[in-house]
Protein backbone atom coordinates (compact mmCIF):
# COMPACT_ATOMS: atom_id res chain seq x y z
CA UNK A 1 0.00 0.00 0.00
CA UNK A 2 1.96 3.38 -0.93
CA UNK A 3 -0.74 5.62 -2.53
CA UNK A 4 -3.14 7.09 -0.13
CA UNK A 5 -6.12 9.74 -0.42
CA UNK A 6 -7.80 11.62 2.24
CA UNK A 7 -10.78 13.06 1.80
CA UNK A 8 -11.60 15.97 4.64
CA UNK A 9 -8.61 17.92 5.40
CA UNK A 10 -9.77 18.69 8.96
CA UNK A 11 -7.66 17.88 12.07
CA UNK A 12 -8.27 14.12 11.80
CA UNK A 13 -7.31 13.98 8.27
CA UNK A 14 -4.33 16.32 8.68
CA UNK A 15 -2.68 14.37 11.38
CA UNK A 16 -3.23 11.48 9.92
CA UNK A 17 -1.48 12.51 5.92
CA UNK A 18 0.78 14.47 7.80
CA UNK A 19 2.10 11.24 10.18
CA UNK A 20 1.82 8.50 6.55
CA UNK A 21 3.29 11.16 3.99
CA UNK A 22 6.87 11.13 7.23
CA UNK A 23 6.81 7.40 6.74
CA UNK A 24 7.16 7.70 2.81
CA UNK A 25 3.39 7.38 2.19
CA UNK A 26 1.93 9.45 -1.23
CA UNK A 27 -0.92 10.82 0.46
CA UNK A 28 -3.13 13.33 -0.99
CA UNK A 29 -5.67 15.29 0.78
CA UNK A 30 -9.07 16.74 -1.02
CA UNK A 31 -11.02 19.40 1.22
CA UNK A 32 -13.38 20.85 -0.44
CA UNK A 33 -12.61 24.13 1.73
CA UNK A 34 -8.97 23.11 2.89
CA UNK A 35 -8.21 25.82 6.03
CA UNK A 36 -11.80 27.72 6.98
CA UNK A 37 -13.75 28.89 9.59
CA UNK A 38 -15.95 25.53 10.15
CA UNK A 39 -18.46 26.25 13.71
CA UNK A 40 -16.62 25.19 16.43
CA UNK A 41 -15.47 26.32 20.07
CA UNK A 42 -11.97 25.32 19.12
CA UNK A 43 -11.03 24.47 22.76
CA UNK A 44 -8.40 22.04 22.71
CA UNK A 45 -7.84 20.39 26.46
CA UNK A 46 -4.98 19.17 28.45
CA UNK A 47 -5.11 15.96 26.75
CA UNK A 48 -4.52 17.86 23.60
CA UNK A 49 -1.65 19.40 24.02
CA UNK A 50 0.14 16.90 26.30
CA UNK A 51 -0.08 14.57 23.18
CA UNK A 52 0.29 17.30 20.75
CA UNK A 53 2.82 20.35 22.38
CA UNK A 54 2.68 21.94 18.81
CA UNK A 55 -0.42 23.27 19.66
CA UNK A 56 1.04 25.50 22.63
CA UNK A 57 4.39 26.36 20.88
CA UNK A 58 2.97 27.24 17.85
CA UNK A 59 3.54 31.28 16.99
CA UNK A 60 -0.30 31.63 15.16
CA UNK A 61 -2.72 33.47 17.21
CA UNK A 62 -4.46 31.69 20.16
CA UNK A 63 -6.07 32.32 23.69
CA UNK A 64 -4.93 30.64 26.48
CA UNK A 65 -8.25 30.25 29.32
CA UNK A 66 -7.73 30.10 32.70
CA UNK A 67 -10.63 30.41 34.69
CA UNK A 68 -13.88 28.77 33.84
CA UNK A 69 -17.70 29.48 35.00
CA UNK A 70 -20.36 27.33 35.18
CA UNK A 71 -23.93 28.27 35.23
CA UNK A 72 -26.66 26.22 36.18
CA UNK A 73 -30.38 26.07 34.71
CA UNK A 74 -31.61 27.65 38.34
CA UNK A 75 -28.88 30.89 37.55
CA UNK A 76 -26.65 29.34 40.73
CA UNK A 77 -22.84 30.32 39.22
CA UNK A 78 -19.41 28.64 40.39
CA UNK A 79 -16.29 30.27 39.24
CA UNK A 80 -13.03 28.57 39.03
CA UNK A 81 -9.10 27.63 37.88
CA UNK A 82 -8.49 24.96 35.34
CA UNK A 83 -5.97 22.64 36.66
CA UNK A 84 -4.45 22.75 33.23
CA UNK A 85 -5.14 25.31 30.88
CA UNK A 86 -7.54 25.17 27.37
CA UNK A 87 -6.33 26.69 24.49
CA UNK A 88 -8.65 28.22 21.69
CA UNK A 89 -8.21 28.25 18.23
CA UNK A 90 -10.20 29.85 15.55
CA UNK A 91 -10.61 26.99 13.30
CA UNK A 92 -8.81 28.49 10.33
CA UNK A 93 -5.85 28.96 12.02
CA UNK A 94 -5.85 25.57 13.70
CA UNK A 95 -6.79 23.93 10.50
CA UNK A 96 -3.99 26.06 8.42
CA UNK A 97 -1.61 24.84 10.81
CA UNK A 98 -2.61 21.18 10.37
CA UNK A 99 -2.71 21.42 6.57
CA UNK A 100 0.56 23.62 6.69
CA UNK A 101 2.28 20.51 8.98
CA UNK A 102 0.77 18.00 6.39
CA UNK A 103 2.13 19.68 3.06
CA UNK A 104 5.46 19.99 5.30
CA UNK A 105 5.62 16.29 6.10
CA UNK A 106 4.91 15.69 1.91
CA UNK A 107 0.96 15.47 1.37
CA UNK A 108 -0.65 16.70 -1.49
CA UNK A 109 -3.47 18.67 -1.22
CA UNK A 110 -6.28 19.56 -3.75
CA UNK A 111 -9.05 21.83 -3.20
CA UNK A 112 -12.08 19.88 -4.31
CA UNK A 113 -15.50 18.11 -3.29
CA UNK A 114 -15.38 14.38 -3.57
CA UNK A 115 -18.50 13.07 -4.91
CA UNK A 116 -18.09 9.56 -5.01
CA UNK A 117 -15.73 6.79 -3.52
CA UNK A 118 -15.70 3.47 -4.95
CA UNK A 119 -14.33 0.82 -2.42
CA UNK A 120 -15.64 -2.30 -4.26
CA UNK A 121 -12.62 -2.88 -7.04
CA UNK A 122 -9.22 -3.91 -7.07
CA UNK A 123 -8.02 -0.67 -6.22
CA UNK A 124 -10.23 2.62 -4.86
CA UNK A 125 -11.97 4.80 -7.17
CA UNK A 126 -12.60 8.25 -6.09
CA UNK A 127 -14.25 11.59 -7.93
CA UNK A 128 -13.34 14.93 -6.96
CA UNK A 129 -14.45 17.77 -9.59
CA UNK A 130 -15.65 15.49 -12.42
CA UNK A 131 -12.21 13.92 -12.07
CA UNK A 132 -11.72 10.51 -11.14
CA UNK A 133 -8.45 9.47 -9.39
CA UNK A 134 -7.02 5.90 -7.68
CA UNK A 135 -5.44 4.91 -4.83
CA UNK A 136 -4.76 1.99 -2.62
CA UNK A 137 -6.71 3.13 0.16
CA UNK A 138 -8.87 5.85 1.62
CA UNK A 139 -9.53 7.50 4.74
CA UNK A 140 -12.85 9.31 5.25
CA UNK A 141 -12.34 12.06 7.86
CA UNK A 142 -14.92 14.23 6.00
CA UNK A 143 -16.99 15.28 8.97
CA UNK A 144 -20.37 13.63 11.07
CA UNK A 145 -22.67 13.64 8.26
CA UNK A 146 -20.94 12.11 4.70
CA UNK A 147 -22.75 9.46 2.99
CA UNK A 148 -19.29 8.68 0.98
CA UNK A 149 -19.08 5.08 1.87
CA UNK A 150 -22.22 3.50 1.24
CA UNK A 151 -21.58 0.40 2.88
CA UNK A 152 -21.25 1.95 6.14
CA UNK A 153 -23.83 2.98 8.91
CA UNK A 154 -24.69 6.49 8.66
CA UNK A 155 -25.17 8.30 12.21
CA UNK A 156 -28.32 8.92 12.31
CA UNK A 157 -30.51 11.61 14.80
CA UNK A 158 -29.95 9.80 18.00
CA UNK A 159 -26.05 10.06 17.51
CA UNK A 160 -26.34 13.47 16.29
CA UNK A 161 -26.18 17.46 18.08
CA UNK A 162 -27.47 20.48 16.46
CA UNK A 163 -25.37 23.65 17.13
CA UNK A 164 -26.30 27.21 17.27
CA UNK A 165 -24.30 30.53 17.63
CA UNK A 166 -22.59 33.62 16.92
CA UNK A 167 -19.12 34.51 16.32
CA UNK A 168 -18.66 37.54 18.26
CA UNK A 169 -16.33 40.28 17.80
CA UNK A 170 -15.20 41.27 21.60
CA UNK A 171 -12.73 40.26 24.06
CA UNK A 172 -13.08 37.69 26.95
CA UNK A 173 -10.88 35.71 29.09
CA UNK A 174 -13.31 32.61 31.00
CA UNK A 175 -14.90 30.33 29.94
CA UNK A 176 -18.99 29.83 30.39
CA UNK A 177 -20.73 26.99 30.33
CA UNK A 178 -24.85 27.21 31.14
CA UNK A 179 -26.79 24.08 31.52
CA UNK A 180 -30.59 24.00 31.13
CA UNK A 181 -33.57 22.51 33.32
CA UNK A 182 -33.92 18.92 31.93
CA UNK A 183 -32.29 19.69 28.61
CA UNK A 184 -29.74 17.73 27.32
CA UNK A 185 -27.07 19.91 25.99
CA UNK A 186 -25.87 23.08 26.97
CA UNK A 187 -25.40 26.68 26.21
CA UNK A 188 -21.21 28.37 25.68
CA UNK A 189 -18.93 31.14 25.51
CA UNK A 190 -15.44 30.84 24.35
CA UNK A 191 -13.23 33.16 23.85
CA UNK A 192 -11.12 32.91 21.17
CA UNK A 193 -7.52 35.24 20.12
CA UNK A 194 -9.64 38.05 18.46
CA UNK A 195 -13.58 36.93 18.95
CA UNK A 196 -16.03 34.99 20.93
CA UNK A 197 -17.57 31.84 20.16
CA UNK A 198 -21.07 31.46 21.65
CA UNK A 199 -23.15 28.56 21.01
CA UNK A 200 -26.04 25.86 22.33
CA UNK A 201 -25.95 22.25 21.68
CA UNK A 202 -28.32 19.99 22.06
CA UNK A 203 -29.56 16.22 21.07
CA UNK A 204 -30.85 15.75 17.44
CA UNK A 205 -34.77 16.96 16.86
CA UNK A 206 -35.05 16.87 20.71
CA UNK A 207 -35.87 20.57 21.01
CA UNK A 208 -37.08 22.97 18.10
CA UNK A 209 -34.32 24.81 16.47
CA UNK A 210 -36.88 28.29 17.45
CA UNK A 211 -36.38 26.94 21.19
CA UNK A 212 -32.89 26.47 20.73
CA UNK A 213 -32.63 30.22 19.34
CA UNK A 214 -34.35 31.55 22.30
CA UNK A 215 -32.33 29.85 24.48
CA UNK A 216 -29.52 31.42 22.56
CA UNK A 217 -30.32 34.88 22.73
CA UNK A 218 -31.37 34.76 26.31
CA UNK A 219 -28.31 33.29 27.04
CA UNK A 220 -26.52 36.17 25.09
CA UNK A 221 -28.90 38.91 26.49
CA UNK A 222 -27.67 37.58 30.32
CA UNK A 223 -24.01 37.92 29.91
CA UNK A 224 -24.71 41.10 28.16
CA UNK A 225 -22.49 40.05 25.82
CA UNK A 226 -22.36 43.26 22.69
CA UNK A 227 -23.88 41.54 19.30
CA UNK A 228 -22.84 43.92 17.35
CA UNK A 229 -21.10 42.08 13.99
CA UNK A 230 -22.35 38.86 15.83
CA UNK A 231 -22.25 35.98 12.65
CA UNK A 232 -24.42 33.86 13.12
CA UNK A 233 -23.62 29.89 12.48
CA UNK A 234 -25.31 26.40 13.00
CA UNK A 235 -23.49 22.43 12.20
CA UNK A 236 -24.27 19.16 13.55
CA UNK A 237 -21.78 17.75 15.92
CA UNK A 238 -22.06 13.83 16.47
CA UNK A 239 -23.15 12.70 20.05
CA UNK A 240 -22.77 8.80 19.70
CA UNK A 241 -24.80 6.40 21.66
CA UNK A 242 -23.26 4.15 23.30
CA UNK A 243 -24.32 1.27 21.04
CA UNK A 244 -23.12 2.89 18.30
CA UNK A 245 -19.55 3.33 19.43
CA UNK A 246 -19.23 -0.47 20.36
CA UNK A 247 -20.79 -1.82 17.39
CA UNK A 248 -20.09 0.36 14.36
CA UNK A 249 -18.01 -0.31 11.63
CA UNK A 250 -14.68 1.78 11.05
CA UNK A 251 -12.55 0.42 9.15
CA UNK A 252 -12.62 -2.06 5.51
CA UNK A 253 -10.03 -3.87 3.42
CA UNK A 254 -9.06 -0.63 1.42
CA UNK A 255 -10.84 2.20 3.70
CA UNK A 256 -10.90 3.66 7.56
CA UNK A 257 -12.49 6.29 9.26
CA UNK A 258 -11.19 8.95 11.20
CA UNK A 259 -12.31 11.65 13.18
CA UNK A 260 -16.23 12.61 13.29
CA UNK A 261 -16.88 10.26 10.49
CA UNK A 262 -15.98 7.62 12.96
CA UNK A 263 -17.87 9.69 15.36
CA UNK A 264 -15.14 10.06 17.55
CA UNK A 265 -16.69 12.49 20.13
CA UNK A 266 -17.18 13.42 23.98
CA UNK A 267 -21.14 12.63 24.08
CA UNK A 268 -21.22 14.63 27.27
CA UNK A 269 -19.02 17.64 25.99
CA UNK A 270 -19.27 17.77 22.37
CA UNK A 271 -15.23 17.90 22.46
CA UNK A 272 -13.95 16.04 19.09
CA UNK A 273 -10.61 17.78 18.08
CA UNK A 274 -8.41 15.93 20.86
CA UNK A 275 -10.28 12.88 19.70
CA UNK A 276 -10.03 14.01 15.50
CA UNK A 277 -6.46 13.94 15.94
CA UNK A 278 -6.10 11.11 17.97
CA UNK A 279 -7.87 8.86 15.48
CA UNK A 280 -6.32 10.16 12.75
CA UNK A 281 -2.77 9.65 14.46
CA UNK A 282 -3.63 5.61 15.44
CA UNK A 283 -4.96 5.21 11.79
CA UNK A 284 -1.84 6.24 10.74
CA UNK A 285 -0.03 4.15 13.12
CA UNK A 286 -1.88 1.00 12.12
CA UNK A 287 -1.46 1.47 8.76
CA UNK A 288 2.89 1.97 9.01
CA UNK A 289 2.60 -1.09 10.74
CA UNK A 290 0.36 -2.73 8.13
CA UNK A 291 -1.47 -3.58 10.95
CA UNK A 292 -4.83 -2.23 9.72
CA UNK A 293 -7.47 -4.22 11.72
CA UNK A 294 -5.86 -3.23 15.12
CA UNK A 295 -7.42 -0.07 14.40
CA UNK A 296 -10.53 -0.22 15.84
CA UNK A 297 -9.07 -1.92 19.39
CA UNK A 298 -6.70 0.67 18.98
CA UNK A 299 -9.06 3.17 19.25
CA UNK A 300 -10.98 1.15 21.62
CA UNK A 301 -8.34 0.94 24.28
CA UNK A 302 -7.36 4.94 23.75
CA UNK A 303 -10.27 6.31 24.48
CA UNK A 304 -13.60 4.35 22.74
CA UNK A 305 -14.29 2.67 25.82
CA UNK A 306 -14.17 5.75 27.86
CA UNK A 307 -16.72 7.20 25.39
CA UNK A 308 -18.82 4.44 25.72
CA UNK A 309 -19.30 4.86 29.04
CA UNK A 310 -19.57 9.03 28.82
CA UNK A 311 -22.57 7.99 26.59
CA UNK A 312 -24.34 5.64 28.81
CA UNK A 313 -24.63 8.78 31.33
CA UNK A 314 -25.20 11.37 29.48
CA UNK A 315 -29.03 11.40 29.64
CA UNK A 316 -28.87 10.74 33.36
CA UNK A 317 -26.45 13.91 34.07
CA UNK A 318 -28.42 16.32 32.16
CA UNK A 319 -31.85 15.30 33.43
CA UNK A 320 -31.42 13.31 36.20
CA UNK A 321 -32.09 14.38 39.79
CA UNK A 322 -29.80 14.43 42.91
CA UNK A 323 -31.14 15.31 46.69
CA UNK A 324 -34.33 17.00 45.17
CA UNK A 325 -32.53 19.19 42.49
CA UNK A 326 -31.13 18.74 39.42
CA UNK A 327 -27.73 16.45 38.85
CA UNK A 328 -26.45 19.92 37.13
CA UNK A 329 -27.48 22.51 39.93
CA UNK A 330 -26.29 19.80 42.40
CA UNK A 331 -22.78 20.21 40.39
CA UNK A 332 -22.31 23.91 40.54
CA UNK A 333 -23.33 24.11 44.07
CA UNK A 334 -20.64 21.70 44.89
CA UNK A 335 -18.30 23.39 43.44
CA UNK A 336 -18.28 26.61 45.60
CA UNK A 337 -19.17 24.53 48.51
CA UNK A 338 -16.48 22.07 48.60
CA UNK A 339 -12.70 22.50 47.60
CA UNK A 340 -12.33 18.22 46.69
CA UNK A 341 -15.47 18.45 44.27
CA UNK A 342 -13.46 21.59 42.86
CA UNK A 343 -10.37 20.16 42.07
CA UNK A 344 -12.35 17.01 40.57
CA UNK A 345 -14.53 19.26 38.55
CA UNK A 346 -11.25 21.37 37.49
CA UNK A 347 -9.72 18.25 36.23
CA UNK A 348 -12.96 16.96 34.43
CA UNK A 349 -13.01 20.62 32.45
CA UNK A 350 -9.24 20.43 31.82
CA UNK A 351 -9.66 17.12 30.38
CA UNK A 352 -7.17 15.54 32.50
CA UNK A 353 -9.93 13.15 34.28
CA UNK A 354 -11.65 9.91 31.95
CA UNK A 355 -14.92 9.22 32.92
CA UNK A 356 -14.34 5.61 33.87
CA UNK A 357 -12.05 6.39 37.03
CA UNK A 358 -14.35 9.60 37.49
CA UNK A 359 -17.30 7.21 39.43
CA UNK A 360 -14.40 5.79 41.71
CA UNK A 361 -12.87 9.14 42.30
CA UNK A 362 -16.31 10.73 43.23
CA UNK A 363 -17.23 7.46 45.58
CA UNK A 364 -13.88 7.70 47.12
CA UNK A 365 -14.23 11.11 47.96
CA UNK A 366 -17.72 11.11 48.89
CA UNK A 367 -16.70 11.36 52.72
CA UNK A 368 -15.08 14.66 52.43
CA UNK A 369 -16.95 16.06 50.02
CA UNK A 370 -20.14 15.70 53.04
CA UNK A 371 -18.02 17.09 55.69
CA UNK A 372 -16.62 20.18 53.73
CA UNK A 373 -20.54 20.87 52.77
CA UNK A 374 -21.66 20.59 56.27
CA UNK A 375 -18.50 22.86 57.52
CA UNK A 376 -19.79 25.48 54.48
CA UNK A 377 -23.25 25.16 56.16
CA UNK A 378 -22.51 24.91 60.14
CA UNK A 379 -19.07 26.72 60.42
CA UNK A 380 -18.68 29.93 61.44
CA UNK A 381 -19.89 32.58 58.70
CA UNK A 382 -21.86 29.46 56.86
CA UNK A 383 -25.88 29.81 55.70
CA UNK A 384 -27.37 27.22 58.53
CA UNK A 385 -25.29 28.72 61.48
CA UNK A 386 -26.22 32.49 60.22
CA UNK A 387 -30.31 31.14 60.20
CA UNK A 388 -29.74 29.58 63.56
CA UNK A 389 -28.18 32.02 65.30
CA UNK A 390 -30.17 34.81 64.17
CA UNK A 391 -33.55 32.72 65.18
CA UNK A 392 -31.97 31.40 68.94
CA UNK A 393 -30.36 34.91 69.57
CA UNK A 394 -26.96 33.40 68.96
CA UNK A 395 -27.31 29.95 70.98
CA UNK A 396 -24.87 28.66 68.14
C1 LIG B 1 -20.43 24.30 17.13
C2 LIG B 1 -19.37 23.32 17.48
C3 LIG B 1 -18.50 23.58 18.54
C4 LIG B 1 -17.46 22.69 18.83
N1 LIG B 1 -16.58 23.01 19.81
C5 LIG B 1 -15.54 22.18 20.07
C6 LIG B 1 -14.54 22.54 21.02
O1 LIG B 1 -14.55 23.62 21.58
N2 LIG B 1 -13.55 21.65 21.27
C7 LIG B 1 -13.48 20.45 20.64
O2 LIG B 1 -12.58 19.67 20.92
N3 LIG B 1 -14.39 20.11 19.68
C8 LIG B 1 -15.41 20.94 19.40
N4 LIG B 1 -16.29 20.62 18.40
C9 LIG B 1 -16.11 19.37 17.66
C10 LIG B 1 -15.05 19.54 16.57
O3 LIG B 1 -15.37 20.66 15.77
C11 LIG B 1 -15.00 18.30 15.67
O4 LIG B 1 -15.06 17.14 16.47
C12 LIG B 1 -13.75 18.27 14.82
O5 LIG B 1 -13.72 19.36 13.92
C13 LIG B 1 -13.68 16.97 14.01
O6 LIG B 1 -12.59 17.01 13.13
P1 LIG B 1 -12.62 16.15 11.78
O7 LIG B 1 -11.31 16.36 11.14
O8 LIG B 1 -13.07 14.78 12.06
O9 LIG B 1 -13.79 16.79 10.91
P2 LIG B 1 -13.99 18.28 10.39
O10 LIG B 1 -13.24 19.24 11.21
O11 LIG B 1 -15.46 18.44 10.25
O12 LIG B 1 -13.30 18.26 8.96
C14 LIG B 1 -13.90 17.61 7.88
C15 LIG B 1 -13.37 18.26 6.60
O13 LIG B 1 -13.85 17.52 5.50
C16 LIG B 1 -14.18 18.40 4.45
N5 LIG B 1 -15.19 17.71 3.64
C17 LIG B 1 -16.38 17.23 4.02
N6 LIG B 1 -17.00 16.60 3.01
C18 LIG B 1 -16.17 16.68 1.94
C19 LIG B 1 -16.24 16.22 0.60
N7 LIG B 1 -17.28 15.51 0.16
N8 LIG B 1 -15.20 16.51 -0.23
C20 LIG B 1 -14.13 17.22 0.20
N9 LIG B 1 -14.01 17.67 1.47
C21 LIG B 1 -15.02 17.39 2.32
C22 LIG B 1 -14.70 19.65 5.15
O14 LIG B 1 -14.51 20.80 4.34
C23 LIG B 1 -13.83 19.69 6.41
O15 LIG B 1 -12.73 20.55 6.28
C24 LIG B 1 -17.33 21.50 18.08
C25 LIG B 1 -18.21 21.22 17.04
C26 LIG B 1 -19.22 22.12 16.72
C27 LIG B 1 -20.14 21.82 15.58
Redesign the pocket.
Known amino acids: MKDITI????????LCGERLASHGFNVTI?????A?E????????HK?IEAYPFLLESSQPKKIVRTAELISGSGHRARFDMSHPIV?YA?KVL?GLLLDRAVAAGCNTIC????SVDTDGPRVRLT?GGEVCHSDFVVV????R?R?LPNTTALTAGDLEL?L?YFVPTEEDIIKVKFLKEFEGYL?S?PRADHL?V?I?SKMGQSPTQQLRRHLDDFVAEEKIPMNGAKF?S????SPQAQTIRGRRIAGKNWAM????AA??DPIT???????LR??DLLAQALIEGQLQSYPECLRAAFSADLEFAASIARKLFRGTFLGGAITTRMVQLLRWSPTFRDLIRDVFSGSQDYRTLKRRLFSQFGTTLLELMRTFFGSGGPLRAACSKRSGSLL
Open positions: VGGGPAGSFDERLWKPCGGGLTAIRNSHVTAAAGANLTGWFSGCYHVLPAGDACVGEGLYYASG
